[in-house]
């Protein structure tokens, strides 16, 4: 049976991959992003550049984000633990 | 000797009620502060025009505690009208200590007797001209009560403002000004006043210079333009944009309306770093708008608002939308009118303040002939508390009208609302 789940190397790529986007779209440095950072306080990730990066997100997983389960999010790490949760629930 | 430059506390709102909303919308209350708790930029140029041989230490009194017995030779202070309170404060407990004091800024330049009261100089303008020959008076111990600058200063002359007496942890936004003056003769506007109705602006290569400072100290910085109105001129701002997209920056400027005609302009300032605009809508009430200037230019852009506002939000740029709630025209019905506009049009950051007639201004000026002002103190000056008696509605009828527009514009609902609209423009436009 063919399991869904994300495995470890896909969940290393998932998070390359969003460190990208936060990084493009953000306009940051991709190095200067960690797991341990702030998003908004530390990478100054407003909340209209959090809204490109969940569409973005949304758009290449065929996933759908709610913005208010975002809201107590603070790491950069958190954030991409919480799609990876949304995408195993798919 | 030692100089002290300190920009004073700004007040955001002495309004309970309006103070929770605040606290409540993180998004908006970030960018509120990003205005009042701003470093004035004016005390960075003020130091990259004191010679290097006087040391100079920056003190934001958002973040730092004044200590009045450090031992400097002069303090001088910069501060706009709901600051002056707090500038008068910190001036009178220097000069209770014999250090000599000089104020300069909005405030200083519309009322210098009264802000010399508390200082020994007082700057009235701009001080590019002024400030070198006030260091020349003071080194030789002769210095005048006022220093007025006499003409409008030439932008292509002006220094890089010191950007590295910032403390770089403290600063997540830095304001950057490109230029000064603005066509609009809107009456209740201070700057107008004080820097003119000529549009002066740096040059490309002045403002590239800046910009390679900025990156150098903060190589991820979001940028403010502190302009009145950035994209005056467009072939200015085209090259501008050009410059910004290889320092790779988002940033945040002031303008007009009229941006909203050139479809091609706005995708230009989207590739070009820019994620929101200030937009002055003032009024959505045709009696209100008839009075602001005396070209009546809002007047006639108001039937394209709302198209206006589609055209900008559809490239991925949100507008904060600035409205004034107690001009004459306005009645009680305005506010509900206005919510209703704000939510259908889908605003992402609306911004509504009450009609404050800074000293000053044209608004000021006929207000006192009409024995409408109410003489607060000038720390509630902070465009959420009512200083006049307005036209048709008492005071407290605009006080709690501003509340009832930002309870209902920013409750869960709406906002998840625009959210969702901007969450599928991004998904659009990607």
């Given amino acids: 049976m063919k399991d869904n789940k994300i495995t470890t190397v896909d969940a290393d790529n998932l998070r390359e991959s969003i460190i990208k986007t936060l990084a493009v779209i953000a306009r940051i440095n991709e190095k200067e992003i960690n797991d341990s950072i702030l998003i908004k ?50 | 000797m030692k100089i002290g430059l300190i920009s004073p506390v700004g007040v955001t709102t002495s309004d309970v009620l309006l103070s929770h909303i605040f606290d409540e919308n993180r998004d908006l209350n970030n960018y509120i502060q990003s205005f009042t708790r701003a470093i004035s930029s004016g ?23 004044i200590d009045y017995d450090e031992r400097f030779d002069l303090i001088g202070i910069s501060a706009m009208t709901h600051q ?44 590019e001209d002024t400030w070198p020959l006030f260091i020349q008076d003071f080194k030789n111990g002769r210095i005048s009560e ?18 590295d007496l910032l403390k770089k942890e403290k600063y997540k936004v830095i304001w950057l000004q490109t230029s000064r003056g603005c066509p609009h003769d809107c009456e209740f506007c201070g700057s107008s006043r004080v820097y003119g109705y000529k549009y002066r602006h740096k040059t ?33 701002s085209k090259k501008l944009f050009t410059e910004l997209k290889k320092f790779n920056f988002r940033w945040f400027a002031q303008t007009d309306i009229s941006i909203a005609e050139d479809e091609e302009f706005l995708k230009e300032l989207k590739d070009a770093g820019c994620t929101t605009l200030f937009i002055g809508f003032e009024s959505i009430s045709e009696n209100s ?46 506010f509900q009118e206005l919510i209703d506009f704000i939510v259908n049009n889908r605003i992402y950051t609306p911004q509504i303040t009450i009609l404050t007639p800074l000293p000053g201004t044209r608004l000021y000026e006929r207000l006192e002939n009409e024995n409408r002002l109410l003489h607060i103190p000038w720390n509630h000056y902070t465009f959420t508390e009512v200083s006049y008696i307005p036209k048709n509605m008492s005071a407290v009828e605009l006080q709690n009208g501003l509340y009832e527009i ?25």
């Avoid at chain 2, 005390?43 to 958002?62: G, H, M, Q």
């Avoid at chain 2, 394209?304 to 107690?326: C, D, L, T």
């Fill in chain 1, 41 to 90: 306080d530390e990478l100054g990730i407003d909340s209209i550049m959090s809204l490109e990066i969940i569409a973005n997100i949304e758009k290449r997983y065929n996933i759908q984000i709610n913005e208010e389960d975002t809201m107590n999010i603070t790491t950069v790490g958190e954030f991409i633990d919480y799609v990876i949760h949304i995408i195993n629930k798919k």
């Fill in chain 2, 43 to 65: 005390l960075l140029v003020i130091a990259s025009l004191t010679p290097e041989d006087i040391e100079i230490k920056l003190i934001d009194d958002n973040f730092d505690r």
């Fill in chain 2, 84 to 127: 002056s309170t707090r500038a008068y404060e910190i001036a009178n407990e220097f000069k209770k200590r014999g250090v000599p004091v000089v104020i300069g800024g909005m405030h200083a330049t519309v009322l210098p007797n009264e802000v010399k009261e508390h200082c020994d100089s007082v700057f009235i303008g701009e001080a």
């Fill in chain 2, 146 to 163: 006022f220093y007025k600058s006499e003409r409008l200063i030439d932008m292509s002359k002006t220094p890089i403002p010191r950007y």
């Fill in chain 2, 204 to 236: 490309i290569d002045q403002v590239i210079d800046e910009l390679h400072v900025i990156h150098a100290i903060w190589p991820d910085a979001r940028i403010n333009f502190a302009d009145d109105n950035l994209l005056v001129d467009r072939s200015f």
């Fill in chain 2, 289 to 334: 708008l008839m009075t602001i200037n005396k070209n009546k230019w809002k007047l006639k852009h108001l039937k394209n608002y709302p198209q206006a506002i589609e055209n900008v939000q559809s490239k991925g740029i949100g507008i904060v939308g600035a409205f004034i709630i107690g001009l004459d025209g306005d009645t009680k019905e305005t």
């Fill in chain 2, 406 to 430: 930002y309870e209902k514009v920013y409750n869960k609902e709406v906002r998840a609302a625009v959210l969702r609209h901007f969450k599928n423009i991004f998904k659009e436009i990607n």
